[in-house]
């Protein structure tokens, strides 16, 4: 017998059993028949089955590809012959008749009648499921006749069936309802009722129920008992007259539930539907009565106007679906009136303009589409960005093309305030930035250029790089900030332990997207966006519209940070294929026009990446210089005019430009002194080509950039001949922020460069001959300033030389002089460039400065998108340029030939200069600190500090003290206060000179101590503090102040790597300059308060953490910051503005604070009590606030609580310490400090000895307005009863206090709460059963503060009887409010 396949047999032993089966001959257990054909005959009668055909499987000789398929011949529809067609039938009618569509058998429903259909209820059953049906019934059941083809669970259903048709169920016929009339039920009924009354249409005995059906009322005579119900509600109803009705009706309303009142709506509408039909056929129908004709319950609703009829024939057209076709209909009409919902989403054109929200605009312009709000024309932000993720290129490119348009109007402020956020901000926060990313990872190049093209418009800011390309040429213009945000993250994360800081991976950093949050740069770096751009230049070489754009986003990564600038310069083969394919030595001949490819072409984006580049730091320049064979690129653009270049001449103007404005970055470093030997006759020639330019009308802009920028070429490298400086500061090797310790000296000697002079003079004459004519000045603008800086330049390397000729030098200075710059002083017109000073000026006009509309913090820019006003310090009318590089000419000459001095006073004493000094003097409130204008600042403050210089020199040879040197002093207090990060070296000669300058304090030696003493007389008369002496106090101050200057300058240390990094940079140190970025000016570098710098040095030395023993030069200290603030607050007081009385008060007490006995020294109280009688004028004390946030001070309370201590601890009574003790207490200020002394420290009360006729401030500011506080008031009673202040302890407070009990216990306000008024009575009860007469005599009969009497109050002779017959009431227990004692814990001791 074969055996079965079993579980687990491999392939093999199949086959085995096969094999075995068909070698034994047996016959299958299953026989495959196939069904017959359409012809009738079965497939064994055509194909008859062999015995040898069978189905094998066979591995052998198995084909390794499948066969081809090869298609067969087309078959033909053929007619059947037992089938004709009609002749006269349209086929089109015929097809509809036969269409058996899904929509036709939709179309054609027809509702059944049910309104007479009996309802068969289920019999009822004694159990609560059906019996399970077992299979071992069947056998016991007799086989049907018809079972043989159906299962056995389908005969049991069926002879369920069979048993329930046999039974005898009730039948209940459903009557249709009446017609709705009223929302409720009882109004429906009411209705009827009214109808009953007044002779309805409808007889009283054809009316039925309408809500009761009588379903599943089994009793025989169920209709003939719904009726006799329903008549009885009648009769009830009836009887109900309608005050009643409608209370029935309200009693329904609230009692049903609202989902039954629906439901009973519903069932009145069904009987709208169906009519009212008669009682009697109700009784007579039956299941036997024919079901009347179906009719649809409703018209189809009607099929919308499509502007195209659908055929059933188009493709896919078969089965039409209204719904998708609805967007070929007309647009809705525009809804004029929105809410402020549907106004929040802002559409945009697709030129990236903002359309308005009532715009009808044709749709032929494709602004409409099929999403929300399909009437209002234009794309919502959120619509771009789904267009930008879509499957279709052309979509994708349109998106971001419209982003980016949307970008460059928002930036230039298109937009206004028609938005009520930021474009930039929304987009940033939704991913835009990783958008433009995936974006440039594209395979389609319109893609890719759009994309890059958006990246472009949101890093890269046109005016910006237009500004800082046209400034170059200034004084101090090729060192530019970092366009890197600052970031208070970065200064947590420093604050981090280094413990914590070791355990961390140094590797490890955060997701892009936090970086971009924060820097956009940062973010986009992190993405690998340098290696995607080099292969987009590289690999796929894009038209050159995309290579501008990236090379403009490369210039906006370099100017970001050092950090930024050595990534593109590490990114492998970026700078490689930038300088090969953009900067190459030979290329084809370029015509005029438009280039359809940019590879192989000398571009000058390219050029300025590299300018940049080298900006950033002396390593990388130095790296381009030698590495990438800058020096023969340089030979070859240089050594030809740009009218030589075979390329299009402004291209050809540009790319000359920037290359010398790459060798003049690398000559600041020092570098590129032997490409100078090599080009010298080219730059000779290109020199004496300049005035046959300069000569030609109208002056080209490019043309004059070109010259400005080969003039500060030969500046720097001028600087860099130079072979002696002035230092201030060790070598630069032992700065640490230079990477390279032992830097090349430059190649480059003063006698290679001692021969240009001669060439760029008689260039400056011919410009400033076009002084008078306006139009040709602003078109010559950039080449004086470059002219002057030159000759700066010239002169001070010619005095630093060692084998310098004193007398040849001196006679130069003089010819120059004598030729050039008094000629230059005495025209009219020089005189109009000082007028125009103070409307240029960023102080004086800060709005000039404004913010951009659309700036972010995580994207830095200086908002230069329009250009710069006429009115601003880069505008066309500014002078600033000129006149800074004319007083830093003027300052080397008078350094070199102090005989010059009496000759250029008249500079000085322009008036437009004294009105703009005037103007910068005044204190005023200074706008938020944006880049452009620390920028503008910057380069306002160079003038200013140039002007304070060259008056420092003027005064020094002058006996008599000049009547404007207070007003350069007080510039020069303001410009050291808001000299920013990168003019440390500015805020260092400052403190050096001008402003501890004697000629600038005039004051000293005229007259000053004298007129501060009559001053104080005038002002404190008799009553003042004895000994003052401020005008003693000012003359010793005045003779001292080299003291006071070197305790500043020991003081006020700036951070010393940045002091060093801008010396080199002011005083032109070639081989000390690390790098030309600026750091990021996030805050002025001195604080408002410096002048109490030293004394805050002091407290935190002695109450930090690790606090140390004060050293013997403390006093000195303390003595000269005291005497340098009496200096200011008398002479100077608009210095002192930027720093609140509070806070001024503060550093005073921390004089206090410092140590035990420094306040006991004599010096140091006559300076505090002279600077307290200052603090205590009227006009100061007013502006005393103590409750505001106080620069470096967490919290004054704390303060005080801390100064309490103290004097609790070592005052002994020291009535200075005791003043500053109590101008704290007056009424005005916070309650808390009151309590503090009273109630924590109380025992201070015994010390605080102060008489009352030397308190500073008058009384009534303690006494006045009545104490309202209820604990102080307790306080002060409980400090008088018990003893703890009296009048030979503390007089001041003791007055006080008896002051505000007295009027708190006479107190008969009606507005006061009941504890208030219980506790002033038990006060005044208490009082009144004092034992201590004194005290009683002055709680009860206190009149009015009097400092002139020894207890410091008037007394009332007798009490006003108002008081006394409070006072009768209250000792006599009349009128007594119930309540208990607030006395709390106050007891009877003082009684």
């Known amino acids: 017998m074969l055996s079965r396949p079993k579980p687990g047999e491999s392939e093999a032993d199949m086959l085995q059993l096969q094999n075995q089966f068909l070698s034994s001959g047996a016959t299958p257990s299953v026989r495959i028949v196939k069904k017959a054909n359409k012809k009738g005959r079965c497939a064994d009668e055509e194909l008859p089955i062999l015995q040898d055909q069978r189905d094998m499987v066979t591995l052998d000789k198995l084909p390794?590809?499948?066969?081809?398929?090869?298609?067969?011949?087309?078959?033909?529809?053929?007619?059947?012959?037992?089938?004709?067609?009609?002749?006269?039938?349209?086929?089109?009618?015929?097809?509809?008749?036969?269409?058996?569509?899904?929509?036709?058998?939709?179309?054609?429903?027809?509702e059944r009648d049910t309104r007479a259909m009996t309802v068969t209820l289920p019999l009822p059953s004694g159990v609560a499921f059906p019996l399970v049906f077992r299979l071992s019934q069947k056998g016991s059941q007799r086989k049907t006749a018809t079972s043989g083809k159906k299962s056995i669970f389908a005969q049991e259903i069926a002879a369920r069936r069979n048993a329930e048709a046999n039974s005898t169920p009730m039948e209940v016929i459903i009557p249709a309802q009446a017609q709705q009339e009223d929302e409720l039920p009882g109004a429906l009924i009411s209705k009827k009722l009214e109808l009953g009354e007044q002779g309805s249409c409808v007889p009283e005995s054809s009316q039925r129920p309408q809500l009761i059906t009588g379903e599943g009322f089994q009793c025989q005579n169920a209709k003939h008992e719904i009726q006799t119900i329903h008549e009885e509600n009648l009769a009830i109803l009836r009887a109900l007259d309608p005050e009643e009705l409608f209370q029935k009706q309200q009693s329904l309303r609230t009692k049903l539930d609202p989902s039954m009142i629906a439901f009973l709506k519903s069932r009145c509408s069904i009987n709208d539907q169906t009519g009212v039909e008669s009682l009697e056929e109700q009784n007579l129908g039956t299941m036997a009565c024919e079901t009347p004709e179906e009719e649809p319950m409703g018209s189809p609703p009607p099929t919308p106007e499509l502007p195209v009829t659908p055929h059933k024939e188009w493709l896919h057209m078969d089965t039409v679906e209204l719904e998708k076709l609805q967007w070929t209909q007309d647009l809705p009409p525009l809804r004029r009136k929105k809410t402020q919902e549907g106004m929040k989403q802002a559409r945009f054109g697709l030129q990236g303009e903002l359309l308005a929200p009532d715009a009808d605009l044709p749709t032929h312009l494709g602004l409409h589409h099929h999403g929300e709000e399909a009437e209002r024309a234009g794309y919502s932000l959120q619509e771009i960005f789904h267009l930008a993720r879509s499957q279709i290129s052309q979509q994708r490119a349109l998106a971001l093309q419209m982003l980016a348009r949307i970008i460059s109007k928002a930036q230039a402020g298109e937009f206004g305030s028609q938005l009520t956020d930021s474009v930039l901000r929304l987009l940033l926060d939704a991913g835009f930035l990783f958008l433009l990313r995936f974006?440039?990872?594209?395979?389609?190049?319109?893609?890719?250029?759009?994309?890059?093209?958006?990246?472009?418009?949101?890093?890269?800011?046109?005016?910006?790089?237009?500004?800082?390309?046209?400034?170059?040429?200034?004084?101090?213009?090729?060192?530019?900030f970092s366009l890197m945000p600052y970031q208070e993250e970065e200064e947590e994360e420093d604050e981090e332990a280094p413990a914590e800081k070791a355990r961390k991976n140094p590797q490890e950093t955060r997701p892009p997207p936090d970086l971009a949050r924060h820097d956009v740069i940062k973010g986009l770096l992190a993405t690998q966006l340098l290696p995607r751009l080099r292969y987009l230049l590289e690999v796929t070489c894009p038209s050159p519209t995309v290579v501008q754009d990236i090379l403009a986003v490369l210039i906006r990564v370099a100017r970001h940070s050092l950090e930024s600038a050595t990534k593109v310069l590490q990114c492998p083969r970026l700078i490689d294929t930038v300088v090969r394919e953009f900067l190459p030595s030979s290329w084809s001949p370029v015509g005029e026009g438009p280039i359809s490819r940019l590879h192989g072409v000398p571009c000058a984006a390219a050029m300025k990446l590299l300018r940049v580049l080298a900006s950033a730091g002396r390593n990388i320049s130095a790296r381009l210089m030698c590495g990438f064979d800058l020096r023969s690129r340089l030979c070859r653009f240089v050594s030809e005019a740009p009218q030589e270049l075979a390329m299009p001449i402004q291209e050809a103007e540009q790319l000359c430009t920037e290359s010398f404005r790459l060798w003049a970055v690398a000559a600041t470093y020092g570098q590129g002194g032997d490409l100078y030997r090599e080009l010298y006759p080219v730059l000779i020639q290109a020199l004496q080509a300049v005035p046959q330019e300069l000569s030609t009308q109208p002056h080209s802009r490019l043309a004059m950039l070109r010259i400005s920028a080969l003039i500060t070429l030969l500046t720097h490298l001028t600087q860099a001949s130079s072979s002696s400086s002035t230092e201030l500061h060790a070598p630069a090797r032992n700065n640490p922020v230079e990477s390279n310790p032992s830097p090349a000296p430059p190649s480059i000697s003063w006698v290679q460069v001692s021969g240009l002079r001669p060439l760029l003079e008689p260039i400056l004459r011919q410009v400033l001959r076009e002084l008078p004519q306006p139009d040709a000045w602003k078109a010559l603008a950039p080449l004086p300033t470059a002219c002057l800086l030159y000759l700066a330049a010239y002169y001070q390397a010619w005095s630093q030389q060692p084998k310098l000729c004193p007398g040849e030098c001196l006679q130069d200075v003089e010819r120059l002089s004598e030729e050039l710059v008094l000629p230059l002083l005495s025209?009219?017109?020089?005189?109009?460039?000082?007028?125009?000073?103070?409307?240029?000026?960023?102080?004086?006009?800060?709005?000039?400065?404004?913010?951009?509309?659309?700036?972010?913090?995580?994207?830095?820019?200086?908002?230069?998108?329009?250009?710069?006003?006429?009115?601003?310090?880069?505008?066309?009318?500014?002078?600033?340029?000129?006149?800074?590089?004319?007083?830093?000419?003027?300052?080397?000459?008078?350094?070199?030939?102090?005989?010059?001095?009496?000759?250029?006073?008249?500079?000085?004493?322009?008036?437009?200069?004294?009105?703009?000094?005037?103007?910068?003097?005044?204190?005023?409130?200074?706008?938020?600190?944006?880049?452009?204008?620390?920028?503008?600042?910057?380069?306002?403050?160079?003038?200013?500090?140039?002007?304070?210089?060259?008056?420092?020199?003027?005064?020094?040879?002058?006996?008599?003290?000049?009547?404007?040197?207070?007003?350069?002093?007080?510039?020069?207090?303001?410009?050291?206060?808001?000299?920013?990060?990168?003019?440390?070296?500015?805020?260092?000669?400052?403190?050096?000179?001008?402003?501890?300058?004697?000629?600038?304090?005039?004051?000293?030696?005229?007259?000053?101590?004298?007129?501060?003493?009559?001053?104080?007389?005038?002002?404190?008369?008799?009553?003042?503090?004895?000994?003052?002496?401020?005008?003693?106090?000012?003359?010793?101050?005045?003779?001292?102040?080299?003291?006071?200057?070197?305790?500043?300058?020991?003081?006020?240390?700036?951070?010393?790597?940045?002091?060093?990094?801008?010396?080199?940079?002011?005083?032109?140190?070639?081989?000390?300059?690390?790098?030309?970025?600026?750091?990021?000016?996030?805050?002025?570098?001195?604080?408002?308060?410096?002048p109490f710098l030293p004394l805050n040095h002091l407290y935190h030395q002695a109450s930090g953490p690790g606090a140390e023993a004060l050293s013997p030069s403390s006093l000195g200290t303390a003595t000269r910051t005291l005497q340098w603030v009496l200096v200011l607050e008398s002479w100077r007081p608009a210095s002192l503005q930027a720093v609140p009385p509070a806070a001024r008060l503060a550093r005073l007490m921390c004089v206090f604070l410092v140590d035990s006995d420094l306040f006991?020294?004599?010096?140091?109280?006559?300076?505090?009590?002279a600077l307290l009688a200052q603090l205590c004028q009227p006009q100061a004390l007013s502006l005393l606030k103590l409750d505001c946030p106080l620069p470096g001070l967490a919290s004054f309370p704390d303060l005080y609580a801390s100064f309490l201590e103290h004097f609790e601890a070592v005052s002994f009574g020291d009535p200075l310490f005791g003043t500053l003790v109590l101008l704290p207490l007056q009424r005005r200020f916070s309650v808390t400090l009151r309590l503090s002394l009273f109630g924590e420290h109380v025992g201070a009360l015994r010390v605080l000895r102060l008489p009352l006729a030397q308190l500073p401030v008058s009384l009534e500011n303690y006494t006045s307005p009545p104490e309202d506080n209820l604990d102080l008031l307790k306080l002060y009673f409980q400090a008088l009863v018990m003893g703890t202040l009296c009048p030979s302890w503390c007089p001041v407070l003791y007055a006080v206090a008896v002051a505000h009990v007295n009027s708190f216990i006479f107190s008969q306000d009606p507005k006061s709460s009941d504890m208030v008024v219980a506790a002033s009575k038990w006060m005044l009860q208490k009082t009144w059963l004092l034992t201590n007469e004194c005290l009683k005599q002055h709680l009860l009969f206190y009149k009015l503060p009097n400092v002139a009497l020894p207890e410091g109050f008037e007394l009332y002779t007798q009490l006003p009887a108002l008081r006394q017959n409070h006072l009768r009431d209250v000792t006599n227990g009349k009128n007594r409010r119930p309540s208990s004692s607030p006395a709390g814990s106050l007891v009877a001791q003082g009684t």
Request: aromatic letters at 8%; one cysteine or more; proline letters at 11%.
């Open 1160 to 1169: 006991r020294e004599a010096t140091i109280q006559q300076y505090i009590t």
């Open 439 to 480: 974006s440039l990872d594209d395979s389609v190049d319109s893609v890719i250029a759009a994309a890059v093209w958006a990246l472009r418009a949101l890093l890269v800011d046109p005016g910006d790089e237009e500004l800082l390309d046209n400034t170059f040429s200034w004084y101090q213009g090729v060192a530019v």
């Open 827 to 1090: 025209q009219p017109a020089f005189r109009g460039l000082w007028d125009s000073l103070r409307p240029c000026s960023p102080l004086c006009n800060p709005l000039s400065c404004a913010p951009a509309p659309e700036s972010i913090p995580s994207l830095v820019s200086l908002g230069c998108v329009a250009g710069c006003p006429p009115l601003s310090l880069a505008g066309p009318s500014s002078a600033f340029p000129f006149l800074t590089s004319l007083l830093c000419l003027l300052n080397v000459l008078t350094r070199i030939h102090k005989g010059l001095c009496g000759q250029l006073a008249p500079v000085l004493a322009t008036p437009g200069l004294q009105d703009y000094l005037l103007h910068c003097g005044t204190p005023s409130h200074v706008p938020r600190l944006t880049l452009y204008f620390a920028w503008a600042l910057r380069h306002e403050y160079h003038l200013q500090y140039l002007v304070l210089s060259l008056a420092q020199r003027m005064a020094g040879l002058r006996l008599d003290p000049r009547p404007d040197a207070t007003l350069y002093h007080t510039v020069a207090l303001t410009l050291l206060h808001y000299l920013l990060p990168g003019s440390e070296y500015l805020a260092h000669q400052l403190l050096l000179s001008s402003i501890f300058l004697p000629e600038f304090l005039p004051e000293g030696a005229s007259g000053g101590p004298e007129a501060a003493d009559f001053s104080d007389k005038l002002t404190l008369g008799n009553g003042g503090r004895p000994g003052s002496g401020r005008g003693a106090l000012l003359a010793e101050a005045c003779r001292d102040l080299p003291s006071i200057r070197g305790c500043y300058l020991a003081h006020c240390k700036l951070p010393g790597p940045a002091l060093l990094h801008s010396q080199a940079l002011y005083q032109a140190e070639p081989l000390h300059i690390p790098s030309l970025l600026l750091p990021v000016p996030k805050e002025p570098l001195l604080p408002a308060d410096w």
């Open 64 to 110: 390794d590809l499948p066969p081809t398929l090869v298609p067969g011949p087309p078959k033909r529809a053929k007619p059947s012959p037992r089938f004709t067609l009609p002749e006269n039938q349209d086929p089109e009618e015929r097809l509809d008749q036969h269409d058996r569509h899904i929509t036709a058998v939709f179309t054609k429903i027809i």
